[in-house]
């Protein structure tokens, strides 16, 4: 597509619920980043793939969050038995080719304000 | 590990003033630095990077940074701001070691009045 897609764009839940939030990368980008976005924040870091791997995991804050690309190219970040904690916009993000001396561009989508009760 | 600070957390200006908005990085190796941009309503865009080579980089809308190894900054800069420059700017740093994700800044949140 023309852009990263996320959606959906809301999702208002409650405490104790499984949530999935779904990103389409730009046609052809094999990698791909989810960051967290807190209110007053700069976006954090939590998992980059390369294809259909997760090359780096560790910006993951604990086990409830996990995230799959089954097919190298649509991701799912899933999040168990939310917290209040977790609500904050889930950025996604994604680039061209793997990290060539660090050399990253990325496309970020929209978001997907996640709001925990 | 990496981190990335950003002085200014609020900036009001008035149209036709100049901008700078300061940057500093902890890393002390090689990095590419980037400032991303978030206008109301709207994701995080690209403004401008440096990879190597000049360090004066200019991006799109009149925008420019210039990478100084010696003091760890990436100050963003505009000779004359417009409102429309009204926005979240937001500096990041790609060290190439840890996390293969980008380090930002907490951003600042530039106001520009009419």
């Known amino acids: 597509g023309a852009g990263v897609s996320q959606t959906p764009s809301n999702k208002v839940t409650e405490k104790g619920k499984y949530v999935e939030l779904r990103c389409d990368p730009i046609s052809g980008h094999t990698a791909l980043y989810w960051y967290r976005q807190s209110l007053g924040q700069g976006p954090e870091f939590l998992i980059y793939f390369q294809g259909t791997g997760a090359a780096d995991d560790s910006g993951l804050p604990n086990d409830r969050f996990f995230a799959v690309r089954p097919e190298g190219s649509v991701s799912t970040l899933k999040i168990q038995r939310t917290e209040r904690g977790d609500s904050a916009v889930y950025l996604c993000a994604s680039s061209s080719g793997p990290r060539i001396a660090g050399a990253n561009v990325l496309t970020f989508g929209a978001g997907s304000r996640l709001t925990v009760l | 590990a990496q981190s990335v600070s950003q002085h200014n957390h609020h900036v009001i200006l008035s149209e036709a003033a100049s901008l700078e908005l300061g940057c500093n990085y902890s890393?002390?190796?090689?990095?590419?630095l980037f400032w991303y941009v978030q206008y109301p309503g709207q994701h995080l865009q690209l403004l401008l990077k440096y990879f190597s080579g000049d360090p004066l980089v200019k991006g799109i809308k009149g925008f420019e940074a210039e990478f100084i190894k010696s003091k760890f900054s990436f100050n963003l800069r505009k000779p004359s701001v417009q409102w429309s420059d009204t926005a979240e700017y937001f500096c990041a740093v790609d060290s190439g070691g840890g996390a293969d994700g980008l380090t930002f800044g907490k951003g600042t949140h530039l106001i520009i009045q009419p």
């Open positions: 890393y002390g190796g090689t990095v590419n």
